[in-house]
């Protein structure tokens, strides 16, 4: 079975810092782009950071560029974000996924139609 397990969510102060890992079992994703979506409430799913797993180009959302930071571990089979300099209006709930996304840019992914998605972790950020 096929999983994508978030872990490291929480609640931190703005300036501060958190990472999220994103493990992931089941299946080879050597050939996949692994994606960050967040969705604060009221507002719509974004995609926020995108990576092929091979590590070859990365993706960053214009309102996190900069302070975020997307890698993976291939001996863990993890892929991480790593946020600093945290902003209240970085509070949502942030989700990885994995899509093939063959011959797209990865700024097209989306989480409706990757074929791997997560449950989700609460991260909020206080003022």
């Known amino acids: 079975q096929v999983q994508l397990v978030e872990s490291g969510g929480g609640l931190v102060q703005a300036g501060g810092s958190l990472r999220l890992s994103c493990a992931a079992s089941?299946?080879?994703?050597?050939?996949?782009?692994m994606g960050w979506f967040r969705q604060a409430p009221g507002k719509e799913r974004e995609l926020v950071a995108a990576?092929?797993?091979?590590?070859?180009?990365?993706y960053y959302a214009d309102s996190v560029k900069g302070r975020f930071t997307i890698s993976r571990d291939n001996a863990e089979n993890t892929v991480y974000l790593q946020m600093n300099s945290l902003k209240p209006e970085d509070t949502a709930v942030y989700y990885c996924?994995?899509?093939?996304?063959?011959?797209?840019?990865?700024?097209?992914?989306?989480?409706?139609?990757?074929?791997?998605r997560s449950q989700g972790t609460q991260v909020t950020v206080s003022s």
């Open positions: 996924a994995a899509d093939r996304l063959l011959g797209s840019a990865l700024a097209t992914m989306t989480w409706i139609r990757s074929d791997y």
């Open positions: 089941g299946r080879t994703f050597s050939s996949y782009t």
């Open positions: 990576m092929r797993w091979s590590g070859s180009s990365t």
